[in-house]
């Protein structure tokens, strides 16, 4: 069972489209199985769609259609949207399926059975939206806290799920098992909550108001409450209790879900499952929401960012990394379409792009159609090795903690000193003497080599730029490409055929500002001022500056907050903030106006003015050939 995997999504309910949190779910679930593939894992993935219930009804009514093609209609929108995204779900449960239905009439059998359903009276407040019965100490000013309506008194007879029964062993069993719900703050809340007396769960409603829904078994009278018929799709996915699937794949399940949903994953899943006579799932993952303006994202709100337009605007590759770079596991994210395009220019098309770029068209050129082999290897080739394997590590470790941005910044770093090692061993340099021509063939194996590496590590989360350096490197096929040719250095064959590619991400042009000049390079120079004196030039006084630290002014998309050294510390605020992030800039050693006037930019402080240019890839700041010296003057 220490190969195999099950990872699961929510089934989504069809009563809206699509939006950018079911996306992320999504997307997480899939790289975890591309991932837990590509390591030799038995996989099974599953997502699908929760179609019954009042709202399903309602909203049916609304459209003026049946819930049943209303059901239809939204649950085809998450099954085309799913492949857009690159899902590789291998079923998708919907509940109006009639093996689903099957499956929750044969488990509400065997727990009323077991003498844990039982009939009662319930008088309480009914919110609509939400579906269930609140408790008088549960609403807020007499209204339901998610809705803020006034709920409904109502008085009905029912089933009940006898879930106080199995309070007791669910507090031991999250206590004894510290993954069982993670992240931890997660585990804390839903043990919290199990402080107070647990009640009973009312599984039924009444066919008088609601058809739509799964008839009980026992009680024609009666459909099936939809968390009790919904939450059975994660055994049903794996042919619960027949299928061959089933013994595969249960009870090593990890479950997905979004934060607002705890409460039937942690507390009535497991107690349901517990009466059922069936072993707990292993994990239940639960993360934050994407805010959209500091405010969760929802339909009403009308806030709501459509993951196919992000998609089309930008690509798959970089929607899905930005997804999973900015967002950490368990907390909640705001989502920014600046902050979307800062990764695209910076991480994808700076750093990666580029660095596939750079070897490709230097192997090429030095080393012909066909991959060089290594000949001999030095210390600083060792040292690359080294940080190769232990960025594999890493990333391992990453994936089994969920910190999914962690392993991205790993492969980064990983990157990072790639590129590092073509600026130092300046290949470039050493094709200009034939004597270098092994010393040559070693570097550009190493990167060659080095590419394919971090094309294995990002091909759960990008498989489409993946595929694209595989087949740039002349790999055709991508099959042994997994974590096991990771394990030594060399898993490139020398010889293997190169070929000249687009570049994988291309930048994404900020719309220039009004207030910016639009500089192009086929424009003319603008025209030379009026001559003025040495004497007047020297009145400016201009030094090298150290950035010590930055980072953006709130609510500008231009402006940075620098702290520079140049005769101590001091503050300016630069115009860049389009073209350089705060990281990209930290430790440069830029070129300042040390004399002006101080200025107040967006209420902040100036003390200087730092120089750049433009250029038709945006502003680019004046810098050195050597390392100067901070303070030093501009002469
Ligand atoms: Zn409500």
Not at 6 to 31: F, K
Not at 92 to 102: I, L, N, Q
Not at 190 to 216: H, M, N, V, Y
Not at 573 to 581: F, K, L, N, P, T
């Amino acid at each position: 069972m220490d190969n195999t995997f099950y990872i699961t999504t929510p089934i989504y309910y069809v009563n809206a489209s699509p939006h950018i949190g079911h996306a992320y779910t999504t997307i997480v679930a899939d790289v975890l199985a591309r991932y837990h593939r590509l390591r030799g894992f038995r996989t099974f993935f599953s997502t699908g769609t929760d179609e019954h219930g009042d709202k399903i009804v309602e909203a049916a009514q609304r459209a003026g259609v049946t819930p049943q093609e209303y059901a239809d209609r939204i649950s085809a929108q998450f099954r085309a949207l799913w492949p857009e995204l690159a899902i590789t779900n291998d079923i998708f449960v919907r509940t109006t399926d009639p093996s689903h239905v099957e499956t929750v009439r044969r488990i509400l059998q065997k727990v009323h059975e077991g003498g844990d359903i039982y009939f009662g009276q319930y008088e309480g407040f009914y919110c609509v939206g939400c579906e269930r019965f609140y408790m008088e100490k549960e609403l807020v000013g007499g209204k339901c806290p998610q809705h803020e309506t006034v709920p409904e008194h109502r008085k009905e007879s029912n089933y009940f799920f006898r879930m106080s029964r199995y309070q007791e062993w669910l507090v031991r069993h999250i206590t004894e098992h510290p993954d069982f719900i993670r992240p931890e703050r997660y585990r804390n809340e839903a043990l919290a909550f199990l402080r107070d007396p647990l009640e009973d769960l009312c599984i039924s409603r009444p066919k008088s108001r609601l058809t739509w829904g799964i008839t009980l078994p026992f009680d024609d009278n009666y459909v099936t409450y939809v968390w009790f018929d919904a939450l059975i799709n994660y055994v049903t996915a794996i042919g619960y209790p027949g299928g061959e699937n089933f013994p595969v794949f249960w009870p090593v399940a990890g479950h997905l879900i979004a934060k607002d949903i705890l409460k039937p994953h942690g507390i009535y899943w497991p107690t349901m499952l517990k009466a059922a006579g069936i072993e707990p799932y292993r994990n239940l993952n639960v993360h934050g929401y994407w805010n959209v303006d500091q405010s969760k994202m929802s339909k009403s709100l009308g806030n709501v960012i459509r993951p196919l337009d992000l998609k089309d605007k930008y690509g798959l590759d970089p929607f899905r990394y930005f997804l999973l770079r900015d967002m950490v596991f368990g907390l909640d994210s705001s989502f920014s379409e600046e902050a979307f395009i800062q990764r695209i220019n910076s991480d994808l098309a700076n750093d990666l792009g580029n660095l596939v770029s750079r070897t490709m068209t230097m192997a090429l050129k030095y080393a012909g159609n066909a991959a060089p082999g290594p000949a001999g290897t030095v210390e600083e080739d060792r040292l690359l090795q080294q940080t190769a394997a232990k960025t594999v590590t890493e990333v391992e470790t990453c994936f089994s903690e969920l910190a999914l941005h962690k392993a991205l910044i790993a492969v980064w770093d990983f990157i990072n000193v790639t590129n590092k090692y073509i600026v130092e061993r300046e290949p470039w340099v050493l094709a200009k003497d034939p004597g270098n021509r092994d010393r040559l063939k070693t570097i550009l194996y190493n990167l060659l080599e080095a590419l394919r590496i971090i094309a294995v590590l990002i091909t759960p989360f990008m498989p489409g730029s993946a595929a694209k350096i595989f087949d740039q490197l002349g790999i055709a096929d991508a099959d042994g490409q997994n974590f096991a040719s990771l394990q030594t250095w060399g898993g490139l064959k020398a010889g293997s055929g190169l070929k000249r590619g687009e570049p994988l991400f291309p930048r994404v042009e900020v719309r220039v500002e009004a207030a910016k000049p639009a500089a192009t390079p086929t424009e003319a120079p603008a025209p030379i001022k009026p001559e003025i004196s040495y004497e007047e030039f020297d009145k400016a006084d201009l030094r090298v500056a150290k950035v010590l630290t930055a980072e953006r002014v709130p609510k500008s998309k231009k402006l940075l907050k620098l702290t520079v050294e140049i005769d101590g510390e001091r503050q300016i605020v630069a115009g860049i903030g389009e073209d350089y992030s705060p990281d990209q800039i930290v430790g440069k050693s830029i070129i300042v106006v040390a004399n002006l006037k101080p200025a107040r930019l967006m209420g902040v402080e100036s003390r200087g003015m730092l120089l750049a240019t433009d250029t038709s890839e945006g502003l680019t700041l004046l810098g050195f050939d050597r390392p100067p010296r901070t303070g030093a003057k501009i002469r």
